[in-house]
């Protein structure tokens, strides 16, 4: 068995320190280690994107760094957005607009999406999907994410021009 290093690392604003194999991808440590299982893995090829999480404000698939890589990182996975009753407003759009069917893909969408409106809050349909290429989902056709993106973008400008915040997440260490 190989040697243990210590992580510390933050995660949706709290800090964890542990013991893992040098071996252990992020998605791992984050699913069995902190049991935070929104974060999903679809796939065993850095394909599907269900994965993806916020690292340091980028948005990143979680099954293709090692969890010791992310020593020291800030991390956001979808259970840091938002909760009931206070919702983010990717996780409010994909409600109104239906942006999800079985909803397994949708922690991963959520974050890609959230990564692409942190560089550009105004995309147009086209960037939309570029910017979601990574992200599979098998149910929707994808119309109900672009959507729901759009409605993001709106809501997130909104609270923006109003409390001055621009909901960035996951940034710096
Ligand atoms: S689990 Fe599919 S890209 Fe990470
Ligand atoms: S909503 Fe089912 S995979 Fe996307």
């Known amino acids: 068995m190989a040697k243990k290093v210590e992580v510390s690392v933050t995660v949706n604003g709290k800090a964890y320190s542990a013991e893992v194999e040098p071996r252990m991808l992020l998605v791992h440590f984050l699913r069995e280690t902190l049991n935070l299982t929104g974060t999903h893995i679809g796939c065993d090829t850095s394909q599907c994107g269900a994965c993806t999480v916020m ?6 698939k979680s099954c293709t760094m ?6 020291g990182c800030q ?25 999800l069917q079985c909803g397994f893909c949708t ?15 105004n995309p147009s349909e086209e960037e939309i999907r570029d910017a979601l290429e990574g992200v599979i989902c098998r149910c929707t056709g994808y119309q109900f994410i672009v959507e729901a993106v759009k409605h993001a973008a709106q809501l997130m400008a909104v609270d923006e021009t109003e409390t001055g915040n621009a909901l960035q997440i996951g940034e710096g260490r």
């Open 66 to 71: 090692l969890a010791v890589q992310a020593a």
């Open 75 to 99: 991390v956001t996975t979808v259970e840091g957005l938002g909760e009931v009753g206070n919702l983010h407003p990717i996780q409010q759009s994909f409600w109104e607009k239906h942006g």
């Open 55 to 60: 690292v340091n404000g980028e948005a990143v």
């Open 107 to 121: 922690p991963g969408v959520m974050i890609a999406s959230i990564g692409l409106l942190q560089q550009n809050p």
